[in-house]
């Protein structure tokens, strides 16, 4: 398999998986249950989601690991069983791509904020990170993907943790964004332009934005990523905002409508897109086609 | 008066020694409830309205909270429990399943911001537990969170047993987070939707009003 990052200097793009929940649910997972019980416990159906988004045509496959930070899973009472659930989602997940797909090692916010504004300091947290990344690289992933931040210095200490582990691990670093009158800002008020400075400085190697928005907000989250970014850039979008039917949440945009919404990013330079909240192997299958009909870019990075 | 101007403003920059120095020196010249009123409730309300306006962000926030329970640290002691003045009691928590509590806690700074008495259950919050705390605590209001589309069906339920205990005429229900609305909240039976933190708290303070008439009006007959 080719570098990660030389695929996407020809001009490649490609296409990532999509969402991990919402699948864990239709299989199962309880209410109050962490998702990343599954790796201890389930990983045959792991592999089976894995397999559902190869065979949508995804070239990044994600771990179901975002959760599974030593800060977040010790408040499962799951602290000292890091390791193993980290080491087997990452197992789960090479058992069925092996070489067809990138596999991707989700590393989410540790739910607690640094002081002064929070209760933890950087070393505590980087210590967090450090020890999640060391044992995904270490059990095989290609790509550590640092998503869902909110806060810029949680992100660094992230991007770090993973570059002074293995240099030569690709980096995606996501952050999550609220559309405000006055813009695109996390919940702690970090800027599209200040995201794009702080993780490139921070040593991530592609970048962008995930979670919290349907795919028209993220195509202007885009937009503007470009206008201050050299780097690739993903864009993992949620199918919209849910909407409650009967007794389930219903997520809005559908597979066509992603797909041909795809299209815009692809016009804008984006290297890598995938789905997040509510979307399924059927979305990035869809995404595929549209991709594939594009073929590659005429500007390479 | 200028010391609690200057509480307020300290507290606005998220000063803890400032604030807790300011204060002690306040309490030698001004009644505790001044103090609590026209120095820590006046900042947060401050904070509160830049916040809502996307002026400054949850950092800043979380610091000026901070900086008020700094201050609540001095005057505490100097209220008789029952003296503790209040805007109303509300139980606040994170339904069942949800482990995000960032706008549970942002709601809970800003209503004892402003004031209230906040009993926080803290996250993954099972339903029956709210309605127990509510009876037993005597509170006014229940306040759920949810930012998982999997989880905010679990508030559904908190409703249903306010309900089903014939609590509905003393008891309000107020939900929010991210996946949920105002159509939502009218689906499944709230009494009200608070869109931020800021707006929960002004709904809050209209459903205790609420509660409060018409309980005036049944100790009149």
Same mark, same amino acid.
């Given at each position: 398999?080719?570098?990660?990052?030389?695929?996407?200097?020809?001009?490649?793009?490609?296409?990532?998986?999509?969402?991990?929940?919402?699948?864990?649910?239709?299989?199962?997972?309880?209410?109050?249950?962490?998702?990343?019980?599954?790796?201890?416990?389930?990983?045959?159906?792991?592999?089976?989601?894995?397999?559902?988004?190869?065979?949508?045509?995804?070239?990044? &496959?994600?771990?179901?690991?975002?959760?599974?930070?030593?800060?977040?899973?010790?408040?499962?009472?799951?602290? @000292?069983?890091?390791?193993?659930?980290?080491?087997?989602?990452?197992?789960?997940?090479?058992?069925?791509?092996?070489?067809?797909?990138?596999?991707?090692?989700?590393?989410?916010?540790?739910?607690?904020?640094?002081?002064?504004?929070?209760?933890?300091?950087?070393?505590?947290?980087?210590?967090?990170?450090?020890?999640?990344?060391?044992?995904? &690289?270490?059990?095989?992933?290609?790509?550590?993907? &640092?998503?869902?931040?909110?806060?810029?210095?949680?992100?660094?200490?992230?991007?770090?943790?993973?570059?002074?582990?293995?240099?030569?691990?690709?980096?995606?670093?996501?952050?999550?964004?609220?559309?405000?009158?006055?813009?695109?800002?996390?919940?702690?008020?970090?800027?599209?332009?200040?995201?794009?400075?702080?993780?490139?400085?921070?040593?991530?190697? &592609?970048?962008?934005?995930?979670?919290?928005?349907?795919?028209?907000?993220?195509?202007?989250?885009?937009?503007?990523?470009? @206008?201050?970014?050299?780097?690739?850039?993903?864009?993992?979008?949620?199918?919209?905002?849910?909407?409650?039917?009967?007794?389930?949440?219903?997520?809005?945009?559908?597979?066509?409508?992603?797909?041909?919404?795809?299209?815009?990013?692809?016009?804008?330079?984006?290297?890598?897109?995938?789905?997040?909240?509510?979307?399924?192997?059927?979305?990035?299958?869809?995404?595929?086609?549209?991709?594939?009909?594009?073929?590659?870019?005429?500007?390479?990075? | 008066?200028?010391?609690?101007?200057?509480?307020?403003?300290?507290?606005?920059?998220?000063?803890?020694?400032?604030?807790?120095?300011?204060?002690?020196?306040?309490?030698?010249?001004?009644?505790?409830?001044?103090?609590?009123?026209?120095?820590?409730?006046?900042?947060? @309300?401050?904070?509160?309205?830049?916040?809502?306006?996307?002026?400054?962000?949850?950092?800043?926030?979380?610091?000026?909270?901070?900086?008020?329970?700094?201050?609540?640290?001095?005057?505490?002691?100097?209220?008789?429990?029952?003296?503790?003045?209040?805007?109303?009691?509300?139980?606040?928590?994170?339904?069942?399943?949800?482990?995000?509590?960032?706008?549970?806690?942002?709601?809970?700074?800003?209503?004892?911001?402003?004031?209230?008495?906040?009993?926080?259950?803290?996250?993954?919050?099972?339903?029956?537990?709210?309605?127990?705390?509510?009876?037993?605590?005597?509170?006014?209001?229940?306040?759920?969170?949810?930012?998982?589309?999997?989880?905010?069906?679990?508030?559904?339920?908190?409703?249903?047993?306010?309900?089903?205990?014939?609590?509905?005429?003393?008891?309000?229900?107020?939900?929010?987070?991210?996946?949920?609305?105002?159509?939502?909240?009218?689906?499944?039976?709230?009494?009200?939707?608070?869109?931020?933190?800021?707006?929960?708290?002004?709904?809050?303070?209209?459903?205790?009003?609420?509660?409060?008439?018409?309980?005036?009006?049944?100790?009149?007959?």
């Amino acid at each position: 398999m080719t570098n990660l990052i030389d695929e996407l200097r020809s001009g490649t793009i490609l296409v990532a998986d999509g969402a991990m929940g919402t699948m864990l649910m239709e299989r199962g997972l309880k209410q109050g249950e962490p998702p990343e019980l599954f790796n201890l416990t389930r990983t045959h159906i792991l592999e089976e989601i894995a397999r559902l988004y190869l065979d949508a045509g995804a070239d990044i &496959i994600q771990t179901n690991t975002f959760g599974a930070s030593p800060l977040k899973l010790s408040s499962y009472s799951l602290g @000292n069983r890091v390791e193993e659930i980290n080491r087997n989602a990452v197992l789960a997940v090479r058992k069925v791509v092996e070489d067809h797909a990138y596999i991707s090692g989700s590393c989410g916010p540790t739910g607690r904020f640094l002081k002064p504004y929070g209760d933890i300091e950087s070393e505590e947290m980087y210590n967090a990170f450090e020890k999640q990344i060391d044992t995904l &690289i270490s059990s095989g992933v290609d790509i550590i993907c &640092i998503e869902t931040m909110i806060d810029l210095r949680e992100a660094t200490l992230a991007i770090k943790a993973a570059k002074t582990i293995s240099p030569s691990t690709p980096v995606i670093a996501t952050m999550t964004f609220d559309h405000t009158p006055k813009g695109f800002y996390t919940i702690m008020g970090v800027s599209t332009e200040a995201a794009v400075k702080g993780l490139d400085k921070a040593g991530a190697d &592609i970048i962008g934005s995930n979670c919290g928005n349907g795919i028209e907000n993220m195509i202007k989250i885009a937009q503007e990523y470009k @206008n201050y970014s050299r780097l690739p850039l993903i864009i993992q979008s949620n199918a919209g905002i849910p909407a409650v039917k009967g007794d389930k949440a219903v997520y809005p945009e559908t597979s066509e409508f992603m797909a041909e919404k795809a299209k815009e990013l692809i016009r804008i330079g984006v290297a890598i897109i995938g789905g997040c909240c509510g979307t399924t192997p059927e979305h990035i299958s869809a995404i595929r086609k549209v991709v594939d009909a594009f073929g590659k870019k005429t500007s390479s990075l | 008066m200028e010391i609690l101007n200057e509480i307020s403003r300290y507290l606005q920059h998220g000063d803890c020694e400032k604030v807790g120095s300011l204060t002690r020196q306040a309490v030698e010249k001004v009644p505790p409830r001044d103090i609590l009123d026209n120095g820590l409730i006046a900042g947060m @309300n401050v904070i509160g309205e830049k916040y809502k306006a996307h002026e400054i962000f949850l950092p800043d926030v979380l610091l000026a909270a901070k900086a008020m329970y700094a201050g609540m640290d001095v005057l505490r002691p100097l209220f008789l429990k029952e003296e503790m003045p209040t805007a109303g009691k509300v139980v606040i928590g994170t339904v069942r399943g949800d482990l995000h509590d960032i706008g549970k806690n942002l709601v809970g700074i800003m209503l004892r911001g402003a004031g209230f008495e906040v009993i926080d259950l803290g996250n993954d919050v099972p339903p029956e537990k709210f309605v127990e705390t509510a009876q037993s605590e005597n509170a006014t209001v229940i306040g759920m969170s949810a930012l998982l589309t999997t989880t905010m069906l679990v508030m559904k339920d908190v409703i249903e047993i306010v309900k089903e205990q014939g609590l509905s005429d003393r008891i309000r229900t107020i939900i929010g987070g991210a996946p949920v609305s105002a159509e939502f909240a009218h689906e499944i039976g709230a009494d009200s939707y608070g869109y931020d933190s800021a707006h929960a708290v002004e709904q809050i303070r209209v459903l205790i009003r609420e509660v409060n008439g018409r309980h005036g009006d049944r100790e009149k007959r």
